[in-house]
Each structure stands twice: as structure tokens, then as C-alpha cells.
């Protein structure tokens, strides 16, 4: 295990402890969205309006912004000093918020027919088209203030600070939770109360990232130009990667458009388990995408093919020691999950049963979705941004034509399971496509099977106990050591790196 696999691990572990704080406020915020808001005309609503501007977030503050910033600043840094980055990243923030505010405007005046594109079976429910089209107007101007956040993500990971950034989305969390309870106890709509709560987090966030910038050195204030070679330079790698990057929320997306024609909850259903897919994939699958980015982008520039192909194969070995038993996990204990997490109020028998259904085949395709990012992201730092589009457009129309398909025998299930197949077959074309530019496959059979193996154990363990609440919640940490004792045992080194690092981490903390 060389020098830079074990800084990246890491770096990843840092990204990870702070996103885990996040994901555990994340469940709190869907549990009390549950309980306050259940799975039904408003929820649908709401929904559908905050699922739009979040595509977009993953568009540029977590897709092709980031990936394209952080070699470019990172570029400008080395050859021609800090102050001139500072420049280049001044430059983006001034046309990301004008073509923010020019899109969010028009989507603010064209709201009903953008709710109708999206999500064309509302147009059957009046009622429905209009309350999501008011929603909309106030959640969409987030955008703008989440893409900047993800600018500053990208300069603070570019100057190895990864805490900040993967600490930020709390934030949101925190908003959720507040403005859903606020709505609740004085008896206000809580959809709308939500929505707000989504625009004044995303203020939140970018507020939250300035003393981190500051303390390192870096300013707002300062000399800056429109048209700066090292930011038409990104914006040409970056233009065609904005759909290539963020394919898994495009599919999503397109899910909730066919699931606006089946029965009312559908959408809801869908929403809730990808919110425990996230979990795992934010946790962890998002850490080492965004640890290995600025090693991959340096070696790259360096020319040391070996090195590079020694890191891209590193994390995708830390992506799967993760997103592996993650999925047996979430598909053994996809029903006493969502009972426990949302099963109150609102939130019914019949819907934890719908939501139960959909988590199982959302799981399936939970590591190829986790794999995804690292691959992409090893196109970007070769600054080939053309390969993923085109993956990614075949994989969209995989997701489309099987989830219609689907649907009709499955229901929302059939959108679900058509997601993960398409994320398995955009793995499977990357790798390939890789393994022609760099001469060797990006990941051995070896892997699949070192954390397969132990991953197939617990799953079948936590599916034996599943049916007595109190004991499966308590062996969790038990199926967690066991996991990775047979890992190790298998030989898989990126078992001992993950506990070393975090354990390094939270002596640190302690310290």
C-alpha cells in the first residue's frame, strides 16, 4: 500500500466522519419530514419542487463544477502563484451567478410548464400542478446559493481541506428539520415550510465556508476578470460533462417523471429509500471520489501512468470495501429500516411496506453507483470530458426504456431496479473504455470477490434476525467488526487502511 493510497484514505475518512454526522442528521430530517409531511399530495409536491433544483446542485456544486475546478485552480496554483487562482475562482463565482440567476429566473416565470415537463402526470390534478409549481418559485433560487458552496468546496479541497465542505450539508439538514417542526406546531402547510427551509440553507452553507477560506489564506476581495483564459479553459472541459457527471440524479429524475403516472405516493416512496441509499453512498462513495480527485489531477499532469493507475485501482477498492456490505445491509434490512426511520404518523403500514419494495431495488445497484464517480472522475483528470457524456447518454436511455418497461408489472419498484441496472452498465462501460486508454483493467475480479464474500455472510446474518427489531439494531455494530475481520482475513488491505485512518482520526478529535 503506497504513500498516496494511504493519504487519500485519509482524506477520505475525514470527508467520511463528517458526512456521517450529516447523514445522521439526514435520517432525523426524513423521519420528522415523514411524520410532518407523510406520503401524499403535498409530499409528492414538495418532492418534485425540491428534486429539480437538487439535480441542478448535482450538476455544478457536486458534479462537473468540482471536477473540472479543482484540476484547473489547482493548475493555475502551481504554475503562476496563489493570487492568480485566487483570480481564477473569483472569475467563476462572478458567471456562475449570473447564469444561475438568469436560469432561476426563467424558472421562477415558467414554473407550471417546468413542474409539467417534469413531472407531466400532474397535469391530470390541477390542484397538484399548481402547489408544486408554487413550491418551486421558492425552493429553485437555492441554486445559486448551493453552486457557489460548491466553488468553495472545490478550493478548500484543492488546498487539502476536506472537513468544511463534507461538514456543510448539516446545514441543510438542520433547516429541514427546524422549518418542518416550525410548520407543525403552528399548524402552517408544511410543504411550504420546507421550502423555505431549503432556501435559507443554502445561505447557511455559503456563510458556513467563509472563515475556512479566510483562514487559509484565500479572498473575494481582489482583482478578477470576465474573461480569464484558465476559466474558458474549465468551462470547455466543463460544458460537456454537466450531464455526464450527475447521470445517477438524471435518472432519478426521469424516474419521478414516469412515477407521476402511477397512483399518488409513488414519488414519495422513491424519494425515501434513495434517501437511505444515500447514506452509505455520501458517506463514504462521495469521500474517496473527492480524496482522490486532486491526486489523481497531479499525477496526471506529472505523467506517471503507473501511479495513476495505482490510485484510480486503490479507490475503487475503498468504494466497494464499503458500498458492498452496504447493499446486503439495506436489501436484508430494507423492511425493519423503514419501519423503524418513518413508520409513524403519516407514514403508514402501506407505504412502509411501498418503500420497503423500492429500498431492496435501489440497493442493488447501490456499488456500481458508488463506482461511478471514481471512474468519471479519472476521465476528468486525463481532461477527457467527451467519453463519460456519451456513457452516460446510453445509460440514460437504458433507465428509460427499462423502467417504462418496468412500471407496468412493478410499479415505482420497476423505476427503481431500472436505475440500478443502468448504473451497473455505466460501470461496466467506463471500466472498459479505461482499461483501452491505460493498457489494464481498473479493478480485478480479486476485489469483487474479497468483498463479496464477507458482505454475502452478513448480509444473510442480518437477514436472520431481521425480524425482531431490538436485536438486529444492536448486532449492527457486531455485523460491522465482523465484515471487516473477513476482509482482512481475505486479504484486503483497504480494510485495515479504513480502520486505521478513522482511528487515527478520532484520536485526533479527542486530542
Known amino acids: 500500500m503506497n504513500a498516496e493510497s494511504r493519504h487519500i484514505a485519509r482524506r477520505a475518512a475525514t470527508v467520511g466522519g463528517a458526512t456521517l454526522i450529516s447523514r445522521v442528521l439526514g435520517f432525523v430530517r426524513d423521519l420528522i419530514t415523514a411524520f410532518t409531511l407523510g406520503a401524499g399530495?403535498?409530499?409528492?409536491?414538495?418532492?418534485?419542487?425540491?428534486?429539480?433544483?437538487?439535480?441542478?446542485?448535482?450538476?455544478?456544486?457536486?458534479?462537473?463544477?468540482?471536477?473540472?475546478?479543482?484540476?484547473?485552480?489547482?493548475?493555475?496554483?502551481?504554475?503562476?502563484?496563489?493570487?492568480?487562482?485566487?483570480?481564477m475562482a473569483r472569475?467563476?463565482?462572478?458567471?456562475?451567478v449570473l447564469i444561475l440567476s438568469v436560469i432561476?429566473?426563467?424558472?421562477?416565470?415558467?414554473?407550471?410548464?417546468?413542474?409539467?415537463?417534469?413531472?407531466?402526470?400532474?397535469?391530470?390534478?390541477?390542484?397538484?400542478?399548481?402547489?408544486?409549481?408554487?413550491?418551486?418559485?421558492?425552493?429553485?433560487?437555492?441554486?445559486?446559493?448551493i453552486s457557489a458552496v460548491g466553488l468553495c468546496m472545490g478550493i478548500l479541497n484543492a488546498l487539502d481541506h476536506?472537513?468544511?465542505?463534507?461538514?456543510?450539508?448539516?446545514?441543510?439538514?438542520?433547516?429541514?428539520?427546524?422549518?418542518?417542526?416550525?410548520?407543525?406546531?403552528?399548524?402552517?402547510?408544511?410543504?411550504?415550510?420546507?421550502?423555505?427551509?431549503v432556501l435559507a440553507s443554502g445561505l447557511g452553507q455559503w456563510l458556513f465556508q467563509q472563515p475556512y477560506l479566510r483562514r487559509l489564506g484565500f479572498s473575494w476581495r481582489g482583482p478578477w476578470r470576465w474573461l480569464d483564459p484558465a476559466v474558458l479553459r474549465m468551462g470547455r472541459l466543463m460544458l460537456p460533462s454537466v450531464f455526464g457527471s450527475a447521470v445517477y440524479q438524471i435518472n432519478l429524475l426521469l424516474g419521478?417523471?414516469?412515477?407521476?403516472?402511477?397512483?399518488?405516493?409513488?414519488?414519495?416512496?422513491?424519494?425515501?429509500?434513495?434517501?437511505?441509499?444515500?447514506?452509505p453512498l455520501g458517506v463514504f462513495g462521495l469521500a474517496v471520489s473527492t480524496a482522490a480527485l486532486p491526486s489523481l489531477s497531479r499525477l496526471c499532469a506529472e505523467g506517471k501512468p503507473d501511479e495513476f493507475l495505482a490510485v484510480i485501482r486503490s479507490s475503487l477498492r475503498l468504494s466497494l470495501t464499503i458500498s458492498l456490505p452496504a447493499m446486503a445491509g439495506l436489501i436484508a434490512?430494507?423492511?425493519?429500516?423503514?419501519?423503524?426511520?418513518?413508520?409513524?404518523?403519516?407514514?403508514?403500514?402501506?407505504?412502509?411496506?411501498?418503500?420497503?419494495?423500492?429500498?431492496?431495488?435501489?440497493?442493488?445497484?447501490?456499488p456500481a453507483i458508488a463506482l461511478v464517480r471514481p471512474l468519471v472522475g479519472a476521465f476528468y483528470a486525463l481532461e477527457d470530458t467527451r467519453t463519460p457524456v456519451l456513457v452516460a447518454t446510453l445509460c440514460v436511455a437504458v433507465n428509460i426504456l427499462l423502467g417504462w418497461a418496468l412500471m407496468e408489472h412493478l410499479a415505482h419498484v420497476g423505476l427503481a431496479l431500472a436505475v440500478s441496472v443502468a448504473s451497473a452498465v455505466n460501470v461496466a462501460l467506463l471500466s472498459w473504455l479505461l482499461r483501452r486508454r491505460l493498457g489494464a483493467w481498473p479493478m480485478c475480479l480479486s476485489t469483487w470477490l474479497k468483498c463479496?464474500?464477507?458482505?454475502?455472510?452478513?448480509?444473510?446474518?442480518?437477514?436472520?434476525?431481521?425480524?425482531?427489531?431490538?436485536?438486529?439494531?444492536?448486532?449492527?455494530?457486531?455485523?460491522?467488526?465482523?465484515?471487516?475481520l473477513l476482509a482482512r482475513g481475505l486479504g484486503l488491505d483497504e480494510a485495515r487502511l479504513l480502520v486505521d485512518a478513522l482511528g487515527r482520526r478520532l484520536r485526533r478529535r479527542r486530542g
Not at 463544477?65 to 489547482?74: K, V
Not at 406546531?185 to 410543504?191: E, I, P, Q, R
Not at 411501498?354 to 431492496?360: K, Q, Y
Open 452 to 484: 463479496g464474500a464477507p458482505s454475502l455472510v452478513i448480509g444473510l446474518l442480518a437477514w436472520s434476525t431481521s425480524g425482531t427489531r431490538l436485536v438486529w439494531l444492536l448486532l449492527i455494530p457486531v455485523w460491522a467488526a465482523l465484515y471487516f
Open 333 to 366: 434490512l430494507a423492511g425493519p429500516l423503514i419501519a423503524l426511520l418513518f413508520g409513524r404518523g403519516a407514514f403508514g403500514a402501506q407505504a412502509t411496506q411501498a418503500t420497503s419494495a423500492a429500498l431492496m431495488a435501489y440497493g442493488l445497484g447501490l
Open 104 to 145: 432561476t429566473l426563467l424558472a421562477m416565470y415558467f414554473a407550471p410548464e417546468l413542474t409539467g415537463l417534469i413531472a407531466p402526470g400532474f397535469e391530470r390534478n390541477p390542484e397538484l400542478l399548481a402547489t408544486t409549481a408554487s413550491l418551486l418559485r421558492i425552493c429553485f433560487p437555492f441554486i445559486i446559493f
Open 256 to 279: 419521478t417523471l414516469l412515477a407521476s403516472f402511477l397512483p399518488v405516493g409513488s414519488i414519495s416512496y422513491l424519494y425515501y429509500a434513495d434517501r437511505l441509499v444515500q447514506f
Open 41 to 87: 399530495l403535498l409530499a409528492d409536491a414538495f418532492f418534485v419542487a425540491f428534486r429539480i433544483p437538487n439535480l441542478l446542485r448535482s450538476l455544478f456544486a457536486e458534479g462537473s463544477l468540482t471536477l473540472a475546478f479543482i484540476p484547473a485552480f489547482s493548475r493555475v496554483r502551481a504554475e503562476e502563484g496563489e493570487q492568480r487562482a485566487q483570480e
Open 162 to 197: 476536506f472537513f468544511a465542505p463534507a461538514f456543510a450539508p448539516c446545514l441543510l439538514n438542520i433547516g429541514f428539520i427546524s422549518f418542518a417542526l416550525i410548520g407543525w406546531h403552528f399548524d402552517l402547510n408544511v410543504a411550504y415550510a420546507l421550502a423555505w427551509g
Open 91 to 96: 472569475a467563476v463565482l462572478a458567471w456562475l
